[in-house]
Nanobody, 122 residues
Framework: QVQLVESGGGLVQAGGSLTLSCAAS????????MGWFRQAPGKEREFVAA????????SYTDSVKGRFTISRDNAKNTVYLQMNSLKPEDTAVYSC???????????????WGQGTQVTVSS
């Protein structure tokens, strides 16, 4: 069992930056791939980024490539999402999730956090 708690969301102007954190409980965090997803009002939850357990592999959705960076610190049981050059269309609830393997499909993720709101004003 893995419990996940996100933090770091907030209101930022377009072009600004935010760093989201996801703290995990449990001694098995380092064995899970981790992903970030987002859901805007009236839209489906979509994949944002993922990182393998060893940090050797990462994956990003096209719309955030070059702007967002996913990283993790297994010693701190934490995964991060550094978001730069934010745009109004990045506004959403961002959630982290844990999977046994690096994946982009949300159905592959067994454990989810409650989410943190990111709002980008124009």
């Amino acid at each position: 069992q893995v419990q996940l708690v996100e933090s770091g969301g907030g209101l930022v102007q377009a072009g600004g930056s935010l760093t989201l954190s996801c703290a995990a409980s449990g001694r098995t965090f380092s064995t899970y791939a981790m992903g970030w997803f987002r859901q805007a009002p009236g839209k489906e939850r979509e994949f944002v980024a993922a990182i393998s357990w060893s940090s050797s592999l990462t994956s990003y959705t096209d719309s955030v490539k070059g702007r967002f960076t996913i990283s993790r610190d297994n010693a701190k049981n934490t995964v991060y999402l550094q978001m730069n050059s934010l745009k109004p269309e990045d506004t959403a609830v961002y959630s982290c999730a844990a999977s046994r393997a690096l994946a982009r499909a949300k159905d592959n993720y067994a454990y989810w956090g409650q989410g943190t709101q990111v709002t980008v004003s124009s």
